[in-house]
């Protein structure tokens, strides 16, 4: 499967993105699909992750309660809604697949295996 992030971009403190993510190729449903960020000299961690269908989802402590992860399986689009960002929301977003519709929903990046190229997403402080 092949996956397109976008929707980053520059923001002030305080305000609010949406990323999207396309998915093609295999069948969308077939995954349990994550979002992680990378911020500069760190490395990458876990933000968000939602079950194949929908009804199960997990956050990173860090967002949770501003951020909110959906997908839309009728047309492949895995999307993460982000608000009252802050300056350390700062990183490239990366969306993944998790093949292995385990639950509780993986954090372990190993456990994803296809990528999308990342969105950069930048908050000024």
């Known amino acids: 499967v092949q996956l397109q992030a976008s929707g980053g971009g520059l923001v002030q403190a305080g305000g609010s993105l949406r990323l999207s993510c396309t998915a093609s190729?295999?069948?969308?449903?077939?995954?349990?699909m994550g979002w992680f960020r990378q911020a500069p000299g760190k490395e990458r961690e876990f933000v968000a992750a939602?079950?194949?269908?929908?009804?199960?989802?997990s956050y990173a402590d860090a967002v949770k309660g501003r951020f909110t992860i959906s997908r839309n399986n009728g047309i492949s689009v895995l999307n993460l809604q982000m608000t009252s960002l802050k300056f350390e929301d700062t990183a490239v977003y990366y969306c993944?697949?998790?093949?292995?519709?385990?639950?509780?929903?993986?954090?372990?990046?190993?456990?994803?295996?296809?990528w999308g190229q990342g969105t950069l997403v930048t908050v000024s402080a």
């Open positions: 993944a697949t998790d093949p292995s519709r385990t639950t509780p929903l993986a954090r372990d990046a190993g456990a994803y295996v296809f």
């Open positions: 190729g295999r069948s969308f449903t077939l995954y349990n």
């Open positions: 939602i079950s194949r269908g929908g009804g199960t989802k």
